[in-house]
C-alpha cells in the first residue's frame, strides 16, 4: 500500500495537478474574502463566513477534478491489470489512492488557515473572533472535501473514461452534500421526515460541526459516508471477477 | 509440476471463453502457447495470474493455488500482460522501483535488482528517460524488466513479441530462452517460427478448447499423414507416366519437368522416383520432400476445432 500511495503522490507532484489544486484553492478563496464584492475591508465584519460558504462548492468542482484520473485512467491505458496483478489486494489499491488524495487535500486545505490568521490581525474589537466556531468550520470542511475524494475516487472507478469520471463526481458529490437538504424543505416531507432526509446529507453535518460543537456524531457521519464509497469503490474494482 | 492446470474454465454468460483446459508444464520448460485470436489465450493467462477468477477447476502454480492463494501466486510469478500496459509518464526506473516496493517493501537490494533487470533486457542507453518517450521495442523490455524484476520462478507472457523489428524480435526470444533455462515459462504468440525456435512444448487452443498439447517436432511428424515431395527432371516427363508410380495420389504441375507429388511414405516414394528417372535416363535435378509446416498444423487443427 505504501507503494501505491508513494507513487499516486509522485504522479500528483511531478505533474501540475497538486500546485494547481493548491493555488487554485488559495487564490479563489483569497479573492472571494479580501477582493470580491462583499469582502471583509468593505464589510467591516471580521469572519470567515463566507469562506465557509463557498469552500463547500468551490470542492464540488475541484475535488472530482483531482480525482477523475485515479482509477478511470488506470482503466483506459490497461495498467490496473498490471496493478491487480502485483502481490496487492483490491483494498489496498484503493486506500494507497485514497490516502494520496486525501494528503493532497491537506496541502490544499492548510494554506486556507492562513485566513484565519489574517483575519484575526485585521479585528479590532477587544474580543477576537469566534475561534471555537472557525475551528470547528475547519475540521468540518476537510472532513468534506476527504468525503468528496472518496465520492471522487468511487466515480473514477466505475468508468474508463475520465470525464464521465468527473462529471459523475461532481454530480455525487452535489447531490450528496445539497441534494438531500433541497429534497427535505419540499412540502411534502414537512414534519418529521424532513429532518431525517436532512441529516442523511452532508451539509445538516457541516452546519452542525461549523457551530462550533464538534459531535461525536458527525464525525462518525463522515467517517461512515467515507468507508461507504470506500467500499463500493473495492466493489467496483472487484466487478471484473463476476 | 511448476504449474499444473486442472479442468480450467471460464464462462462470459454463455459463451465458453476457456472451456475445461488441463496441462502441466515442468520446471524450466518454455510452454509456447498458440491459438487464433480470441481462442481464449489471455483470459486463461488472465486466470493463472489472478487477475480473473475461473469459473471453474483451478490450478496450481509452484503447488500454490490461484483461487485460495492468489496473493501467494502473484509473489512467484512475473506477468507481461497483453499490450503491455505501463505508466508512460514515470521514469524507467521510477516505475521499477514501484514495482519492487510493492513486492518487496523496504528491501536493500533493490538498486542492485533494478539494474540487473535493466542489464538483462538491455535497457541501459534508455533508462533515464520516461516510459512514454521510448520506442515500442524498448517499452516492451520496460515490460519483461518489470516481470522480471522479483526473481519470479515463473514467468507468464501474453504475446511478448508483437510490434518488435527482426532484430528486436531475436533479442527478446534469445532472452526467453535463457530465462527458460531456471524458470518456467508461458508465452502465447501467433508466430509459428517463434514456437519452433524457442519452445520445449506447444499447445493449441481454440475455441477455448485444447486442441493439442506436444513437442513442436512430434507435432509435425504426428500429422504428416500424407507427404509432398517436389521433383524436378532434366528432361520433359509426363504426369501420367508418374502417376503410374505406385504410391502418388495426386501430382500438380508447375512445367512440363516440374512437379510436386503427393502421396504416402516419403521414404519409398523418393526411392521408386529415383528408379523410374534411372529407368527412363532422364536425370534428376532435384528431389525435396516438403514437410508440414507448424502454420499447416495450426490450421488444420483450429478449423477442425471449428467445425
Not at chain 1, 491487480?84 to 483490491?90: A, F, H, I, L, R
Not at chain 1, 468507508?227 to 474494482?237: K, M, P, V
Not at chain 2, 497483453?82 to 521510477?94: A, C, I, R, S
Amino acid at each position: 500500500m505504501r507503494a501505491i500511495l508513494q507513487k499516486e503522490i509522485n504522479l500528483f507532484f511531478s505533474s501540475l495537478i497538486a500546485y494547481i489544486s493548491m493555488s487554485v484553492f488559495f487564490i479563489v478563496m483569497g479573492l472571494n474574502l479580501f477582493v470580491f464584492e462583499g469582502n471583509i475591508p468593505d464589510s467591516q465584519y471580521a469572519t470567515l463566513d463566507s469562506f465557509f460558504t463557498l469552500a463547500p462548492w468551490v470542492l464540488i468542482f475541484l475535488i472530482p477534478a483531482i480525482t477523475m484520473r485515479t482509477f478511470a485512467d488506470e482503466r483506459q491505458s490497461g495498467t490496473l491489470e498490471l496493478l491487480s496483478t502485483q502481490p496487492v489486494t483490491d483494498t489496498q489499491i484503493v486506500l494507497g489512492k485514497y490516502l494520496a488524495t486525501l494528503l493532497l487535500w491537506l496541502f490544499t486545505f492548510l494554506p486556507t488557515l492562513l485566513y484565519f490568521v489574517a483575519v484575526k490581525q485585521l479585528s479590532l474589537t477587544e474580543a477576537p473572533i469566534d475561534s471555537g466556531a472557525t475551528w470547528g468550520s475547519y475540521i468540518g470542511l476537510f472532513f468534506l472535501g476527504a468525503v468528496f475524494a472518496a465520492i471522487g475516487i468511487f466515480a473514477s472507478s466505475v468508468t474508463g473514461n475520465q470525464i464521465v469520471a468527473f462529471l459523475a463526481g461532481v454530480f455525487m458529490c452535489y447531490l450528496m452534500y445539497d441534494a438531500f437538504f433541497r429534497i427535505s424543505s419540499l412540502p411534502v416531507f414537512s414534519g418529521q421526515l424532513d429532518y431525517l432526509i436532512q441529516a442523511a446529507g452532508l451539509n445538516a453535518h457541516y452546519d452542525s460541526i461549523s457551530r462550533g460543537v464538534v459531535d461525536t456524531r458527525d464525525i462518525i457521519y463522515f467517517l461512515s459516508v467515507i468507508a461507504l464509497f470506500l467500499i463500493a469503490t473495492r466493489t467496483a474494482l472487484e466487478s471484473r471477477k463476476w | 509440476m511448476s504449474i499444473s492446470v486442472q479442468q480450467l474454465s471460464k464462462t462470459y454468460g454463455e459463451q465458453k471463453a476457456v472451456d475445461a483446459i488441463s496441462f502441466e508444464v515442468k520446471k524450466g520448460e518454455i510452454l509456447g502457447f498458440l491459438g487464433p485470436n480470441g481462442a481464449g489465450k489471455s483470459t486463461t493467462m488472465k486466470m493463472l495470474t489472478g487477475y480473473l477468477p475461473p469459473s471453474s477447476g483451478t490450478a496450481l502454480l509452484n503447488k500454490l493455488d490461484i483461487v485460495s492463494q492468489p496473493l501467494e501466486v502473484k509473489r512467484c510469478v512475473g506477468y507481461l500482460p497483453e499490450n503491455n500496459p505501463l505508466y508512460y509518464d514515470m521514469y524507467v526506473k521510477e516505475f521499477l522501483a514501484f514495482i519492487h516496493q510493492i513486492h518487496l517493501p523496504g528491501d536493500k537490494q533493490m538498486q542492485k535488482n533494478i539494474q540487473q533487470a535493466i542489464e538483462l533486457v538491455g535497457l541501459q542507453a534508455e533508462q533515464h528517460k520516461k516510459i512514454g518517450q521510448l520506442s515500442k521495442g524498448y517499452k516492451q523490455r520496460v515490460g519483461l524488466a518489470q516481470a522480471l524484476l522479483h526473481h519470479p520462478d515463473i514467468l507468464i507472457l501474453d504475446e511478448p513479441t508483437t510490434g518488435l523489428d527482426p532484430n528486436q524480435l531475436a533479442d527478446i526470444r534469445q532472452l526467453i530462452k535463457d530465462l527458460g533455462k531456471e524458470k518456467t515459462i508461458i508465452f502465447s504468440t501467433h508466430i509459428m517460427q517463434e514456437v519452433e525456435a524457442v519452445c520445449d512444448r506447444v499447445i493449441i487452443i481454440s475455441k477455448g478448447r485444447l486442441v493439442a498439447d506436444d513437442r513442436p517436432g512430434n507435432l509435425q511428424s504426428r500429422l504428416s499423414g500424407s507427404v509432398a515431395v517436389e521433383v524436378e527432371f532434366a528432361a520433359p516427363a509426363s504426369a501420367d507416366a508418374l502417376r503410374q508410380l505406385e504410391l502418388v495420389h495426386r501430382i500438380d504441375t508447375h512445367s512440363e519437368t516440374h512437379f510436386t507429388l503427393h502421396g504416402k511414405d516419403s521414404i519409398q516414394l523418393r526411392k521408386d522416383l529415383f528408379a523410374w528417372a534411372v529407368s527412363q535416363h532422364n536425370p534428376l535435378l532435384t528431389i525435396k520432400q516438403e514437410t508440414k509446416s507448424l502454420e499447416d498444423i495450426f490450421q488444420q487443427l483450429t478449423a477442425n476445432a471449428a467445425r
